[in-house]
């Protein structure tokens, strides 16, 4: 035999490595940037981060691709064609940063609220939340609204956090998982760890979804559960629980509402908590048959009994809820048709919940105190675990099913206990711990407080005197009186109508509002352009910075060019969207491991910088000077309450942690670190955190809280209780008529399920199919679509239908489909999956792509073979009859209800091979692509 | 004709889990990453922002749906590379010895100094696991990382193909198949790990873990489980006696 060759190996892998946070998705993993000769060489996961321990995804690996991107934009730029044309002049930063004052300083001097400020999927809320204060606008969000509010603030309001950034499973002990409707992109890398470790000790995984793709393929068990039915599926799990018994009452008791004494005394106060003279709900006591406050010392509260008052009976909450749900209009065969999964599967899975938390129950040998001083000598948990994203919250009956999904948790006592649900801090906050939303706006000042939170009734609503909606998305009024997050998906239709009032300046970061961010694209992109009859532009003005050549580029007068992730400084901040885990504090930040080859600018320097020129209180010095040289100076310099600043970890002389005086090496020691700080939780504070007085002293002690804030777990919502109260007519603050039989039904204080309100106006025989779209596990977004590496995973989007619809229409391979909804109408490619809900298909979201963008080749197959169902999905819901349009929306949250689409389908005439509608094309403000890669550094 | 060693010192392979894999591409794009800017020629992409662009990759991910009588239908997702078989077709059919088995380990390389780019041992492999590069026109395949397994540049514990390291649900296995106390051989013994199409007689070094049983929860009804039922007696009654004894 020949000698072998010798190859090398062991060749040098790079001169440095350079530890910063992946931006890929919104899933914040720690990475490690091989630098060879100053350029990036390859980047991998890194093993210390607490988010990804070394893994990453392939999104994360091909962000050397999106870096060196041919798509990213070289130069602020100066729109010279029409809107939506991409006919632009490069100008210089100094023109465009006056362009933007001189559009900006005379809104801001006479009405501020003329400004509308929104960004997408940053990562800098609490920074460019706190710069739009300072402006003085109302009229600031992030796209929270159209992502996934009524998972956040149902979690908030039901238990005072939700899933990915709020908490997540115990995986290292829950013994069963049960996944519903998941967003794949989400949380992405540790839900695969997860399920890794799952599977390897061979834990049972059932998956709620109407597609079986991704997680739900591996799967122990597929539920493929009927789109918009999964509220009525929980409450018929939970039917089963009551009625064999299988709740943790201890829990109930101790931990939640479930005791409090509901007032039935007709009158303004129905309905609301019966409370003491001190103000405090109140609980029958079971020793004494009275009522008495609920924290009373040495009480046994009823959950059945109530107490009578003046002849009228007071039941507990709880009593109110097995009344509901031991309804025989929740069993599994009442509900089995509708949600497509038969009867016997209900029954199957609500018993191994029950057998897994009861009968497996999980004890650690550790003992803790709880908030009323009790000791316990031991942590038992009900390791039972549940995950949800957007397939769930995307529906008009979003919140109020993702409430149930709450209350199932809630009920089996499996939250904050070992083996089940974990807050990560700075969650569990109770919506009482987050602030009131304001709109208080005056020329030249700042607005009167933040713009979010979360309204405990119709009295923190953000309506003027005439009972308008003071902002331009309508958040927090009476059309959506819970939108936490606001309702950035109507903002371009509200501005283009002037309703509730014109707006001059509308300002987008990162957000491809003009493409696959708004629903009902086509029309979205007509309404930037339209133009009033002096051929002024309805919308005026429209500022736009991103870092690459993105469809929403071209409908933008002014753009200002953001660099990629690896070119700039970010913290991933507690004050924001941290990246903490159950059992520890911690953040992170970006750092730029290479500097820009362009002329753009990091967008929170540009934001920096403008207010400074504006004179923005906060962003200047006594003197006129800018008070922040950069944003990464304000990381380490600002303080949103003293002590407490952007980064929490190495404050004060560099021990601070949470609390201490900013440190001007704080930067430095980040990326000393790794590009991360941890701060782990003690053993005796890390379960049963809302109500562990270790755990909330910690928490006080990081800055956290100023004070415990102890609380219980509403499985009763009394803010829902206000707004439907309200309804009914009570209160000085009323609802316009037309509104009030649909809050009367929808802000029900337990959950509800109710269908879709576009499954209740459609007629199944005319349009008899749902349509969703999911993300790749491979794509964020449209970033990834435009990546070398990744668009050769997923390049189309072929719609897939089950075998049983591919023979009705006579599918051959290679065939087109017409999709029709109410609004619209699409083609697509057609493909042939089994593993599918019968009554649904469904196609990949955001491949597509408008001709001329991302630097794309015109025939690219992502403009040529792909759709975006936003085509089909109006804002509002079609006209009922009466005279008013209704939004396609949550009515508790206004989130947008993207996976209610109903469509029919037909197959396309023959020698169709272009992707309907045509949505024209835009001039590319970047060169060329090259035609072929060999990317060796 | 090339000859392939009588035997080897070790077989290093990959086992991979089709239990666990959710089909996320990691692995793709992170041997990807790595195989571009290390042995031999990089991975290129031609027409890379075009119409048609192709790519060279050294694994891939293909999804299968498994339609069942009596079960609703799976969907398995099945990673794909080079199996580094013991008796590789690729390396007897190369007419220039580029292709070699290493009888160390057994990793299955291309010299592509000797590479002619005739493309004879890819219409010799069963699996389809060679790609020839479109820029370069060499013979490109998985080589198990040989230049990361034994990379003294690389911390001990990154000394694993890029693939395993990258892999989120740990669905990927690297390790010594002669050794029967391997941990990936007691693996395949304990899961019943399989060859991939053994009818070859390729005797692939890559092993396959099967999907688990899907679909086969079972319980008795609910109410059977409880004693008493609360229906037995009346829910109130059950809540109060159950509060009594809390």
Not at chain 1, 827 to 839: F, I, S, Y
Not at chain 2, 34 to 39: G, L
């Amino acid at each position: 035999m020949p000698s072998q060759p010798t190859p090398d190996l062991s060749p040098q892998v790079s001169d440095e490595v350079r530890k910063t946070t992946c931006y890929m998705c919104a899933c914040r993993c720690g990475i490690n940037v091989h630098m060879k000769g100053g350029r990036v060489a390859y980047i991998e996961g890194n093993r210390d981060h607490p988010v990804n321990r070394g893994v990453l995804c392939a999104k994360g690996s091909a962000g050397i691709m999106q870096h060196n991107s041919p798509a990213r934009l070289r130069a602020p730029l100066k729109r010279v064609g029409p809107r939506g044309s991409g006919k632009f002049r490069e100008i210089t930063w100094e023109e465009a940063l006056q362009t933007a004052v001189d559009w900006l300083k005379p809104l801001r001097d006479t009405a501020p609220e003329k400004l509308a400020f929104f960004t997408g999927r940053d990562q800098s809320q609490s920074f460019t939340g706190w710069w739009a204060q300072a402006f003085g606008t109302p009229n600031w969000a992030a796209h929270g609204g159209f992502c996934s509010v009524n998972m956040a603030a149902a979690g908030i309001y039901t238990m005072g956090g939700a899933f990915w950034e709020f908490g997540q499973p115990d995986w290292d002990r829950t013994k069963l998982f049960i996944l519903f409707g998941v967003a794949e992109d989400h949380d992405s890398n540790p839900i695969k760890m997860g399920l890794g470790k799952l599977k390897a000790r061979g834990a049972r995984v059932i998956g709620v979804n109407p597609i079986r793709s991704g997680y739900n393929a591996i799967a122990d068990d597929w539920v493929s559960i009927t789109p918009g039915t999964d509220g009525l599926f929980i409450l018929s799990l939970v039917h089963e629980l009551l009625r064999a018994g299988k709740i943790d009452l201890g829990y109930l008791v101790r931990y939640t509402n479930a005791p409090y004494l509901v007032n039935a005394a007709d009158g303004p106060e129905k309905g609301l908590f019966l409370r003491d003279d001190a103000g405090k709900p109140m609980v029958r006591d079971r020793a004494t048959g009275q009522a008495v406050a609920w924290d009373t010392p040495g009480i046994s509260p009823d959950l059945g009994a109530g107490v009578e008052i003046g002849g009228v009976s007071h039941l507990p909450v709880f009593r109110h809820l097995a009344d509901r749900y031991l309804a025989p209009e929740y069993a599994p065969e009442q509900v089995s048709d509708r949600c497509g999964v038969p009867a016997v599967r209900i029954r199957a899975i609500a018993a191994e919940i029950a057998r897994v938390a009861f009968d497996e129950e999980i004890t650690i040998d550790q003992p803790w105190t709880d908030f009323r001083g009790v000791k316990h000598d031991k942590m038992v948990g009900r390791p039972v675990t549940m995950h949800a994203m957007r397939g769930i919250s995307a529906h008009s009956n979003g919140f109020q099913t993702a409430r149930a999904l709450h209350m199932l948790q809630i009920l089996i006592g499996s939250v904050e206990t070992p083996g089940g649900f974990r807050f990560k801090p700075p969650y569990p906050k109770p919506p009482e711990a987050h602030p009131r939303p304001h709109a208080g706006h005056n020329p030249g000042q700042p607005l009167d407080g933040p713009h979010l939170g979360y309204p405990l009734g119709p009295e923190h609503l953000l309506l003027d005197d005439a009972g308008q909606p003071k902002r331009i998305d309508k958040a927090f009024s009476w059309d959506a009186p819970m939108s936490a997050h606001g309702l950035m998906h109507m903002v371009i239709s509200n501005a283009h109508a002037g309703d509730p009032y014109p707006i001059d300046t509308l300002f987008l970061y990162m957000a491809n509002m003009a493409w696959n961010s708004s629903m009902n694209t086509s029309a979205v992109m007509d309404m930037l352009t339209d133009q009033n009859e002096d051929g002024s532009y309805k919308i005026p003005r429209i500022i736009y910075s991103d870092a690459y050549s993105s469809e929403m580029v071209a409908f933008a007068d002014l753009v200002l060019p953001d660099t990629t992730y690896l070119e700039r400084h970010d913290c991933i901040s507690l004050l924001d969207r941290p990246i903490c885990e159950a059992d520890a504090l911690a953040d992170s930040i970006r750092w730029p491991v290479v500097a820009p080859d362009r002329d753009v600018r990091p967008f929170q320097t540009t934001l920096l910088e403008l207010g400074a020129r504006l004179g923005l209180p906060g962003m200047v010095r006594e003197d006129g000077s800018a008070a922040y040289k950069d944003y990464a100076d304000y990381i380490t310099t600002h303080e949103r309450r003293p002590g407490v600043g952007p980064l929490a970890g190495f404050r004060g002389n560099g021990d601070g942690k949470g609390r201490g005086a900013p440190n001007p090496d704080q930067i430095a020691r980040y990326i000393e670190n790794g590009g991360f700080w941890i701060d782990h939780i003690p053993a005796e504070a890390q379960f049963y955190k809302p109500w562990n007085a270790a755990y909330q002293d910690w928490a006080v002690e990081r800055g956290i809280y100023d004070s415990p804030q102890p609380y219980v777990f509403n499985l009763y919502s009394e803010p829902m209780r206000k707004f439907q109260l309200a309804a009914e007519g009570h209160g000085d603050r009323q609802p316009p008529d037309h509104l009030r039989a649909r809050l009367r039904e929808t802000m029900d204080p337990l959950p509800i399920w109710y269908p879709t309100f576009t499954d209740a106006a459609t007629d199944p025989d005319e349009f008899p199919l749902h349509a969703l779209t999911q993300r790749p596990m491979a794509h964020y977004h449209s970033w990834g679509s435009q990546n070398a590496w990744l668009r050769q995973i997923h390049g189309h989007t072929p719609l897939y239908v089950s075998g049983e619809i591919w023979a009705k229409h006579g599918f051959q391979p290679g065939d087109w489909a017409i999709l029709t909804s109410p609004h619209g109408r699409i083609t697509l490619p057609v493909l042939r999956m089994d593993a599918l809900n019968g009554r649904t298909v469904w196609t990949w979201n955001a491949v597509a792509k408008r001709r001329g963008a991302w630097a794309l080749d015109e025939q690219a197959p992502e403009a040529t073979k792909s759709q975006l169902l936003n085509h089909l999905i109006h804002e509002l819901l079609p006209p009922k009859g009466d005279g008013l349009r209704w939004a396609n929306s949550d009515p508790v949250t206004g989130q947008a209800a993207w996976y209610d689409l109903r469509v029919r389908i037909e197959k396309a005439p023959a020698g169709q091979s272009l992707a309907y509608p045509d949505t024209g094309q835009q001039d590319s403000p970047v060169p060329p692509a090259p035609r072929n890669l060999a990317h060796q550094v | 004709m090339t000859t392939l060693p009588t035997k080897t010192d070790r077989k290093l392979g990959l086992v991979i889990d089709l239990d666990t894999c959710v089909g996320c591409h990691a692995c793709v794009i992170s041997c990807k990453g790595w195989n571009t800017q290390n042995y031999g020629a990089p991975l290129s992409d031609m027409d890379a922002y075009g119409a048609e662009p192709e790519g060279t990759f050294l694994n891939r991910v293909h999804s299968f749906e498994v339609t069942r009588e009596q079960a609703p239908p799976m969907v398995v997702h099945f990673p794909k590379s080079c199996l580094h078989c013991d008796n590789a077709p690729c390396v007897t059919v190369c007419p220039t010895g580029a292709s070699y088995k290493r009888t160390e380990d057994g990793i299955v390389l291309v010299n592509e100094s000797a590479c002619i780019g005739c493309g004879l041992c890819a219409w010799a492999c069963p699996y389809g696991a060679r790609e020839m590069d479109g820029a370069e026109k060499v013979m490109k395949k998985c080589t198990l990382c040989v230049d990361r397994i034994y990379n003294e540049n690389l911390p001990e514990e990154d000394r694993e193909p890029a693939c395993v390291r990258t892999c989120p649900a740990g669905a990927r296995h690297f390790g010594d198949l002669s050794d029967p106390d391997s941990d990936v051989s007691q693996l395949v013994a304990a899961r019943e790990g399989f060859d991939l199409m053994p009818e070859q007689g390729t005797q692939p070094v890559n092993k396959y873990l099967p999907p688990r049983a899907r679909d086969s929860l079972d319980m008795p009804d609910l109410a059977s489980l409880c004693d008493p039922a609360p229906e037995a007696t009346g829910f109130l009654g059950w809540l109060d006696r159950a509060l009594e004894k809390l």
